[in-house]
């Protein structure tokens, strides 16, 4: 009886062993936590700002912080020499998860040029992505009238990240999009560098007015892009419901009557369209027939059989005149025999 429990024992052991190690395999979010736990600048300045070596994803020294208002990864490092270095952002202090150039997983490097000492800001999206620095992007955001609806501590806030116009891919043009807002009336306006400082309104212009925008309909999508060239923040309402129009019904034509003109067998009631191009009672395809002859339009009938008859008047006519002449002709004889 021992042996035998001891025997279950050790097969319920393994059977809860390996049914352990399959969710282990099977579920994705066993090998990394959804969201970062620290986000490190890892590359090869860091020795330059006081970790013990270069491309150190453990090295606390370069972690950026997190900011809740913000929902974005962020830090400043003052004085960085001059120089050509490059880096990444390493998740969770290891190279297991990290991103580079163009927010791509384990990407290139991301180079980080400075012609002299300078004091250089760093930022991690984790919902996009995006790692960058103030020296090699334009930090832009769109402060609003809207923003306290995006979680930003209040509106017309130029340092809330929340809307951070991002450039991931490196096309030079900055973006943002956000269904979160109720349907009202917004304005907004383009801040560079988290600031008042530098900003631009409608139609580019520094300083310029608010950019007045519509909601239409509670989670539309509304799209912000900013060309830092001529500055110019254009402001489009996507997913917004089409109102559904009704259509014309199309008239249906009324059917031609016996006689009346046709090009096709459908147009008629009779569904004849004779080769006189008349509706028709019956085809009317023989030889010698028509449904076009002149007192039985519409009926198809033999030429031969609406030939004009002759008349009793005009029968009568005719024998008088023959009569008329007839007697001349023997008027004419009996003179001549005398």
């Excluded at 912080?65 to 120089?83: C, E, K, L, N, R």
């Excluded at 996507?238 to 034509?253: L, N």
Aim: proline letters at 8%; glycine letters at 10%.
């Amino acid at each position: 009886m021992s042996r035998i429990l001891r025997a279950n024992g050790i097969s319920i052991a393994a059977s809860i062993g390996g049914a352990l190690l399959g969710l282990l395999i099977l579920w994705p979010g066993a090998a990394a936590a959804a969201t970062p736990t620290s986000v490190t600048i890892a590359g090869s300045l860091q020795s330059a700002l006081g970790c013990p070596g270069d491309w150190d994803p453990t090295c606390v020294t370069t972690d950026l912080t997190y900011d809740a208002s913000d929902d974005v990864w962020q830090g400043s490092f003052g004085s960085i020499p001059a120089g050509n270095w490059e880096y990444k952002a390493a998740l969770d202090h290891s190279w297991n998860v990290n991103y580079g150039l163009h927010a791509i997983e384990g990407g290139a490097n991301i180079p980080l040029n400075l012609a002299s000492p300078t004091s250089v800001k760093f930022y991690y999206d984790d919902k996009t992505h995006w790692v960058t620095d103030n020296h090699n992007s334009v930090i832009a955001t769109v402060p609003g009238s809207f923003q306290s609806a995006l979680g930003c501590p209040g509106d017309w806030d130029p340092g809330c990240l929340r809307s951070w116009l991002e450039d991931p891919s490196g096309s030079g043009t900055y973006d943002f999009a956000t269904s979160a807002l109720p349907t009202g009336n917004y304005e907004c306006k383009v801040a560079i560098n988290e600031s008042w400082d530098e900003n631009y309104g409608a139609g580019g212009a520094q300083n310029g007015a608010n950019i007045p925008f519509t909601v239409p309909v509670t989670g539309a999508t509304v799209h912000f892009s900013y060309n830092p060239n001529t500055h110019i923040l254009t402001v489009t309402v996507e997913g917004v419901p089409t109102p559904t129009a009704t259509p014309t019904p199309t008239p249906t034509p009324t059917p031609l009557a016996l006689g009346d003109a046709c090009i096709s067998d459908t147009q008629c009631a009779s569904t004849f369209c004779a080769p006189d191009a008349v509706c028709c009672n019956v085809p009317c395809t023989q030889a010698g027939h028509s449904c076009a002859l002149p007192g039985s339009v519409g009926l198809c009938r033999a030429q031969t059989d609406l030939a004009p008859a002759a008349s009793w008047p005009g029968l009568l006519a005719l024998g008088v005149v023959l009569a008329v002449l007839g007697v001349i002709s023997l008027r004419w004889r009996l003179t001549a025999c005398r």
